[in-house]
């Protein structure tokens, strides 16, 4: 099965600022070193993966957003500031993210087509986001998680790829992969769960979710890949708020060290793809099946199944 690989770009030590430290700094020159450091860990490995990419980086820095473009990946929309939509209303949203799909088509020349939320901010229990995400223009979503968790999550959303109607039209939902253990749904294979877990655990995990014929949709930060310290620190901040940006920074380094080795590993024992191909690939496979129904009844979509792509390309 072909899993599916993304990439959040942002740039760390100005959101850490912004978010920890109260101060706005302009986005700095590491988010390009180490998502060129990504980009050439993927080379040869992975024909094509989706970045989603904030708007402030593209504006900062254009020519990193071409240089993904060039290097055969797709490029969807991180939104424009990176503030979680549940801080946000409406209108707010519908201008973050209508003006990150502007910046980026106007880049690249090309339409955007998909969006991942800041913190994953999305559920299915705030129909009317889903609904702006659609109005702006964008035709999937890859912002659901679909666990409890204590920042984020939808806990009772599907696991696997799916259709939702909205009133401004259909939006296709890539959920990011969870495990169902005893009846509890656990995050597994990226972020922070491929940082902070053993490499075989998320092994087990992918496999697992490929054997029960479900997609895995991975995601990674570039800065994740970054061990040079943050240049900022909460000097000056009262004591409380000094110390859970300390500890937040921490957290944030945790397993840096060792996250290149581990998406290595991922990208050698499985394969990956965009959503875009991904999608392209189940569109082919539906189009197969449309054709084998109407040529010769049911019988032989049986050997079709989800995420078989290959080998059942077909151009009528
Ligand atoms: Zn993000």
Redesign the pocket.
């Given at each position: 099965m072909i899993n599916i690989l993304t990439i959040?770009v942002?740039d760390y030590p100005a959101?850490y600022c912004r978010d920890m430290l109260g101060r706005e700094v302009p986005v700095s020159d590491r988010v390009v070193v180490a998502t060129r450091c990504l980009l050439d860990v993927l080379e040869g490995a992975v024909p094509s993966a989706t970045f989603?990419c904030?708007g402030s980086v593209a504006e900062a820095h254009p020519e990193l957003i071409r240089e993904i473009r060039r290097r055969g990946h797709e490029i969807a929309s991180?939104g424009m500031r990176?503030i979680p939509f549940r801080q946000l209303t409406r209108a707010e949203i519908r201008d973050d993210i209508s003006r990150a799909k502007a910046v980026l088509e106007d880049l690249l020349g090309e339409p955007i087509q998909g969006l991942?939320a800041?913190?994953f901010s999305v559920g299915l229990d705030r129909p009317e986001i889903l609904e702006c995400i659609r109005e702006a223009g964008y035709v999937y979503d890859s912002s659901i998680f679909p666990f409890a968790g204590w920042r984020y999550g939808s806990a009772e959303s599907p696991r696997r790829p799916y259709l939702i109607n909205t009133p401004s039209g259909p939006l296709v939902e890539y959920p990011l992969s969870t495990l169902s253990v005893f009846g509890r749904r656990l995050p597994v294979g990226g972020g922070g769960y491929l940082r902070h877990f053993p490499y075989c655990w998320n092994r087990w995990a992918i496999r697992k979710l490929n054997r029960e014929g479900t997609v895995a949709v991975v995601y990674v930060?570039p800065h994740e890949c970054d061990t040079v310290p943050c240049a900022y620190s909460g000097r000056g901040l009262a004591p409380a708020r000094r110390l859970r940006a300390a500890f937040y920074n921490a957290h944030q380094y945790h397993g840096r060290a060792g996250m290149v080795d581990k998406i290595r590993a991922l990208i050698g024992d499985f394969e990956f793809s965009s959503i875009a191909a991904h999608a392209e690939a189940q569109q082919q496979v539906l189009d197969y099946v449309t054709e084998a129904v109407s040529e010769s009844g049911t019988q032989q979509c049986a050997a079709v199944g989800p995420g078989t792509g290959k080998g059942h390309t077909h151009h009528g």
């Amino acid at each position: 099965m072909i899993n599916i690989l993304t990439i959040d770009v942002e740039d760390y030590p100005a959101l850490y600022c912004r978010d920890m430290l109260g101060r706005e700094v302009p986005v700095s020159d590491r988010v390009v070193v180490a998502t060129r450091c990504l980009l050439d860990v993927l080379e040869g490995a992975v024909p094509s993966a989706t970045f989603f990419c904030l708007g402030s980086v593209a504006e900062a820095h254009p020519e990193l957003i071409r240089e993904i473009r060039r290097r055969g990946h797709e490029i969807a929309s991180h939104g424009m500031r990176h503030i979680p939509f549940r801080q946000l209303t409406r209108a707010e949203i519908r201008d973050d993210i209508s003006r990150a799909k502007a910046v980026l088509e106007d880049l690249l020349g090309e339409p955007i087509q998909g969006l991942r939320a800041p913190q994953f901010s999305v559920g299915l229990d705030r129909p009317e986001i889903l609904e702006c995400i659609r109005e702006a223009g964008y035709v999937y979503d890859s912002s659901i998680f679909p666990f409890a968790g204590w920042r984020y999550g939808s806990a009772e959303s599907p696991r696997r790829p799916y259709l939702i109607n909205t009133p401004s039209g259909p939006l296709v939902e890539y959920p990011l992969s969870t495990l169902s253990v005893f009846g509890r749904r656990l995050p597994v294979g990226g972020g922070g769960y491929l940082r902070h877990f053993p490499y075989c655990w998320n092994r087990w995990a992918i496999r697992k979710l490929n054997r029960e014929g479900t997609v895995a949709v991975v995601y990674v930060h570039p800065h994740e890949c970054d061990t040079v310290p943050c240049a900022y620190s909460g000097r000056g901040l009262a004591p409380a708020r000094r110390l859970r940006a300390a500890f937040y920074n921490a957290h944030q380094y945790h397993g840096r060290a060792g996250m290149v080795d581990k998406i290595r590993a991922l990208i050698g024992d499985f394969e990956f793809s965009s959503i875009a191909a991904h999608a392209e690939a189940q569109q082919q496979v539906l189009d197969y099946v449309t054709e084998a129904v109407s040529e010769s009844g049911t019988q032989q979509c049986a050997a079709v199944g989800p995420g078989t792509g290959k080998g059942h390309t077909h151009h009528g």
